[in-house]
């Protein structure tokens, strides 16, 4: 196998330098540079398998050479060299085209590790397997409309660098699956993937949870604990619902996310971390931050590309395909046959709306399983909820509807045969399931609503098989 080549592009003379001999240590063959022209000429002269260049440069700046690296040698990753605490410039690159940033002065250890993660990026690239590594990740992403093959080509894109992803949309899409396949299709593919719902850890057990502490460093601590970024370290880490996060632990992340390095309560030093941040919620993050509800520093540094994933409603026609998949896994699940929607019953779930989008279906198709007889499902196996025709409003009143919300389901009364236990969880059934729908699915937001922890919620869940 020939050597691997990097190109340094930097005006510094100590930076070329340092760069030329860590890079050499890692059996690397190194050409550098110190202005855009030089850069130019050597691009031209012969290929290379990565690129570092520094933002100012006396002819010209970096962003030009990303550019120029993006449409002429798309498959050579190319990272950005920033100063110190220069975010702006960071994310500006990642704009453009980079993968990744490296901020002066340089840490030797974070280097080696975004060089690695850069040189395999760039044989995936260049590797048929890799693209029948993404075909097979797609796979389970559900649906042919043009909304999701559209999804599915984004994906494609986006796990081919580093940037920030924020993943936009409704409770229920797939917005984790989305991060899932991200996360699958690039080069931390062997690296742990870690989700977290930022909404279900309790304020005060934050900081510890993200940046992990020291034994003895408050009352509780009686061991060293890894935090979140530790665990993810060389992979992913999915801030799920980040619109939760208290403003005190904005700006903790901020300064993790920009700094590549964590420091646990109770430590004394940093410890570097190298973790590719992707961010979800079903909220509208660009106006909690003009309410001032979340900071606008860390919104632009986690929402540089993002990722819309559609709701059920605007792409019915994956209905059935969705369908069929959730009925093949339920019965894999059972050990039985798989159900058959009837003709009625399949029209009827493609003219529902599904506020709790793909969740939602899930979990339609398992009840009718379990209420229709034998493996033929009916409309009236499905038990959709009934909407109640909105009333006609006056024209002078068009810019404040009103909405008329379906009537409540009542518990059957106690029996001989049920008991009061029965009559009791099927009044609390009655009652998550309507909470659930009216938050569209969001499990903190329906905790909210029946004035319990988000905690109890979860058992309850388990406890009634309602998820």
Do not use: W
């Amino acid at each position: 196998m020939s050597q691997q080549t990097v190109l340094v592009i930097d005006d510094e003379r100590d930076i070329r330098e340092l760069l030329t001999i860590t890079l050499g240590r890692m059996d690397l063959q190194v050409d550098a540079v110190g202005t855009v022209t030089d850069a130019r000429r050597a691009l031209e002269d012969r290929s290379y398998d990565l690129c570092f260049t520094d933002m100012r440069l006396p002819d010209g700046n970096g962003h030009e050479v990303i550019e120029l690296i993006a449409t002429k040698y798309p498959d050579m990753p190319v990272a950005m060299i920033t100063a110190y605490g220069n975010v702006d410039a960071a994310v500006s690159a990642l704009k453009a085209g980079a993968f990744d940033f490296v901020s002066k002065p340089v840490d030797i250890q974070m280097l080696r590790q975004l060089v690695r993660t850069a040189l395999k990026l760039a044989e995936e690239k260049r590797s048929d397997a890799a693209t029948a590594k993404t075909g097979g990740s797609g796979d389970r992403l559900i649906g042919d409309s043009p909304a999701m093959q559209q999804v599915r080509s984004t994906i494609t894109k986006l796990a081919r660098n580093q940037a920030p992803v924020y993943i936009a949309g409704e409770s229920g899409v797939g917005k984790e699956l989305v991060a899932r396949l991200i996360h699958e299709q690039g080069p931390r593919a062997s690296g742990p993937f870690v989700p977290v719902n930022c909404g279900a850890i309790p304020s005060e057990l934050m900081e510890s949870e993200f940046f992990g502490h020291r034994k003895g460093s408050f009352t509780g601590a009686v061991s060293d604990k890894e935090g979140l970024f530790q665990a993810a370290n060389g992979g992913t880490l999915f801030l799920d619902e980040v619109a939760e996060l208290p403003l005190h632990m904005q700006v903790k992340l901020l300064r993790a996310i920009q700094e590549k390095a964590v420091r646990p309560i109770g430590a004394r030093e940093e410890i570097p971390v190298d973790v590719r941040i992707l961010s979800a919620t079903h909220k509208n993050l660009a106006a909690l931050v003009e309410q001032g509800q979340f900071r606008q520093d860390l919104f632009y540094r986690i929402n540089v590309i993002e990722l819309r994933v559609p709701p059920l409603r605007e792409r019915r026609g994956d209905v059935p395909l969705l369908s069929n998949f959730i009925l093949r896994q339920l019965a894999v699940k059972s050990g039985g046959a798989p159900g058959r929607l009837l003709p009625n019953a399949q029209q009827a779930l493609e003219s529902y709306d599904f506020p709790g989008n793909v969740r939602e279906l899930e979990n339609v198709l398992e009840r009718a399983m379990a209420m229709c007889d034998g493996d033929q499902i009916d409309t009236i196996d499905l038990m959709l909820p009934q909407r109640t025709p909105r009333a006609e409003q006056p024209a002078t009143h068009a810019a404040a509807p009103t909405h008329t919300a379906p009537p409540p389901a009542h518990a059957p009364a106690p029996t001989a045969d049920g008991g009061l236990d029965d009559y009791i969880s099927n009044i609390e059934r009655t009652a998550i399931i309507k909470a659930l729908e009216e938050s569209r699915y969001n499990k903190t937001a329906a905790a909210k609503k029946l004035g319990i922890t988000f905690r109890a919620l979860r058992y309850k869940l388990k406890k009634l098989g309602i998820d």
